[in-house]
T-cell receptor
Framework: SQQGEEDPQALSIQEGENATMNCSYKTSINNLQWYRQNSGRGLVHLILIRSNEREKHSGRLRVTLDTSKKSSSLLITASRAADTASYFCATDAREYGNKLVFGAGTILRVKS | EAGVAQSPRYKIIEKRQSVAFWCNPISGHATLYWYQQILGQGPKLLIQFQNNGVVDDSQLPKDRFSAERLKGVDSTLKIQPAKLEDSAVYLC?????????????FGSGTRLTVV
């Protein structure tokens, strides 16, 4: 089983709506990161939240972290067609050698 | 700043052939990673370099995969001989000494198809 698992596996919304993706993990972490991957491209770092933080914002992105539930969520507000991509959470945890371990991702499709 | 450069972008080979991928990280980034991403899955770390030394290669199939980072800059990843299950995108990433706090920078990847 994976350290990080995203939910849902796929999400389809209309432009202008909000998109929420969730990530659950198994061990204590140093930090949790979210990445975006457009089709056929590499991953782009979106936001990093440390274990002692509960919420971070970056533009239209809002990330929350609940270490008691070992979960995180990524909210994209006022979505655009250009937000169509796969979104991955990745955890940096001592138990995994302090290297990034990625989940399987959420595929987001924003329809215009 | 220039991004992480990878080549080639695509490669199709027959099973049992060999293949090599090249990566040039961001200037000044001491840490370099090779990830394997199978279709529909998240990236899986194959090997991590710190300058020209290997930090972690626990998930590298060493009977067929090898990697080097001479002079602590460019890196090559080789597969010999390739198997059908090696079909994947091979991603190179680099990070600065504070990369754990600012994330990794990824290249566009090399898509390998083994037929």
């Amino acid at each position: 089983s994976q350290q990080g698992e995203e939910d849902p596996q796929a999400l389809s919304i209309q432009e202008g709506e909000n998109a929420t993706m969730n990530c659950s993990y198994k061990t204590s972490i140093n930090n949790l990161q979210w990445y975006r991957q457009n089709s056929g491209r590499g991953l782009v770092h979106l936001i990093l939240i440390r274990s002692n933080e509960r919420e971070k914002h970056s533009g239209r992105l809002r990330v929350t972290l609940d270490t008691s539930k070992k979960s995180s969520s990524l909210l994209i507000t006022a979505s655009r067609a250009a937000d169509t991509a796969s979104y991955f959470c990745a955890t940096d945890a001592r138990e995994y050698g302090n290297k990034l371990v990625f989940g399987a991702g959420t595929i987001l499709r924003v329809k215009s | 700043e220039a991004g992480v450069a990878q080549s080639p972008r695509y490669k199709i080979i027959e099973k049992r052939q060999s293949v090599a991928f090249w990566c040039n990280p961001i200037s000044g980034h001491a840490t370099l990673y090779w990830y394997q991403q199978i279709l529909g899955q998240g990236p899986k770390l194959l090997i991590q370099f710190q300058n020209n030394g290997v930090v972690d290669d626990s998930q590298l199939p060493k009977d067929r995969f090898s990697a080097e980072r001479l002079k602590g800059v460019d890196s090559t990843l080789k597969i010999q001989p390739a198997k059908l299950e090696d079909s994947a995108v091979y991603l190179c990433a680099s990070s600065s000494p504070k990369g754990r706090y600012y994330g990794y920078t990824f290249g566009s990847g090399t898509r390998l198809t083994v037929v």
